[in-house]
């Protein structure tokens, strides 16, 4: 297939990806960003370059990632759950303190927990929003869509929630059928609102470890794909023209196929330093039933290289991921700090950004 000559906008570029067709400039995403730290330090960097990091960042992604603002502010996490700052020397994060269904297996206290309610968001408003973000549709709009399994994980605590798999199945059904039914009918509402605007959906659940599945794929097929596929269902019914994205870490090459049959049309992370993720392989596997976004690995490749190896490695990964489209190219989740700057800039010039 011809590479196209014509310039192409972000937002077409990432069309063009998504229907596996080549583009001139791979689409490129700053996926989860550097964190906050991190980005102080990109900051620094390029100003003494003469250049704003804010800016930068925003000119050189081709996705914008907005969602409708709640009516009522919530106090806290919408789940309940509540968090404490925690430092780990170079910055600090929000761990959860609590675990609201710890111990709690029974349905009628599953059913009788104050589940968020998914009308206390802006959605007539989302439109107007989505224009000012994003005026013209001059790149391509991400929303979040729901990540029912690791949202259990946090109300129970993610070793419970584990065990309750194969203890509790029932239980985690239960819960699960709650978390997911919030997230339907977000997504009839934003994407009723605001279908037209809106290219990729982004789903969520973290199913594999650095060496293989965090369970096994009859427990993902029989508890966890119902769950995703009445996500992708409501996503393609509501807005057919609408992608759903999934993101994963992790070895996830042996569940892919349940999740193209759960209806993904895109696996986000690619992270490929794990077990069997070998970009070549994905590609021939999995190529034409879906599209990847992410594989410049913030494991090893961005903090441990040099620059002129990060620049052969995202030039590898185009060549291979974007043979002829469905390609997003992206960090494989947030850039942390400690990462040399000059190999995010690297990154940057491979992708044709600088």
Aim: glycine letters at 10%.
């Amino acid at each position: 297939m011809a590479t196209p000559s014509c310039p192409q906008t972000p937002h077409e570029r990432v069309l063009a990806g998504l229907a596996h067709q080549a583009t001139a400039q791979i689409p490129f995403s700053w996926g989860f960003g550097p964190t906050g730290e991190m980005a102080a330090v990109l900051q620094q960097y390029y100003a003494g370059q003469g250049l704003e990091w804010g800016t930068l960042r925003r000119e050189t992604d081709d996705l914008v990632r907005p969602s409708p603002k709640p009516l009522a502010a919530p106090t806290g996490n919408i789940w309940g759950i509540r968090t404490k700052r925690t430092d780990y020397g170079a910055g600090s994060y929000n761990e959860f303190c609590d675990f609201p269904l710890a111990g709690v297996t029974e349905p009628a206290a599953l059913d009788a927990y104050p589940w968020p309610d998914p009308a206390n968001y802006d959605d007539a408003g989302f439109p107007e929003l989505l224009a000012a973000v994003n005026p013209g549709h001059y790149r391509a709009v991400m929303v979040p869509g729901g990540n029912p399994f690791e949202i259990y994980c946090w109300l129970a605590g993610l070793e419970e929630a584990m065990v309750n798999l194969a203890l509790a199945p029932e239980a985690v059904e239960r819960a699960l059928d709650h978390i997911t039914s919030f997230f339907e009918e977000r997504l009839r509402r934003v994407l009723t609102a605001a279908g037209d605007s809106i290219d990729l959906v982004f789903l969520a659940d973290d199913l594999g470890s650095q060496s293989g599945l965090l369970l096994s794929n009859d427990m993902y097929r029989a508890i966890l794909q119902p769950c995703h596929r009445r996500l992708t269902e409501t996503i393609h019914r509501t807005a057919p023209h609408v992608k759903a994205a999934f993101h994963s870490d992790g070895a996830v090459f042996d569940v892919i196929p349940h999740l193209i049959d759960a209806g993904i049309d895109v696996l986000e992370a690619v992270q490929v330093d794990a077990a069997g993720m070998d970009p070549a392989r994905l590609k021939r596997e999995f190529g034409r039933d879906l599209c990847f976004h992410g594989g410049i690995s913030v494991q090893q490749l961005l903090p441990h290289s040099d620059p002129a190896t990060v620049e052969r490695e995202c030039q590898r990964l185009v060549g291979i991921f974007g043979e002829d489209g469905g390609y997003i190219a992206a960090p494989t989740h947030a850039v942390q700090v400690g990462t040399p700057p000059e190999n995010v800039d690297a990154m940057l010039r491979a992708l044709g950004r600088r």
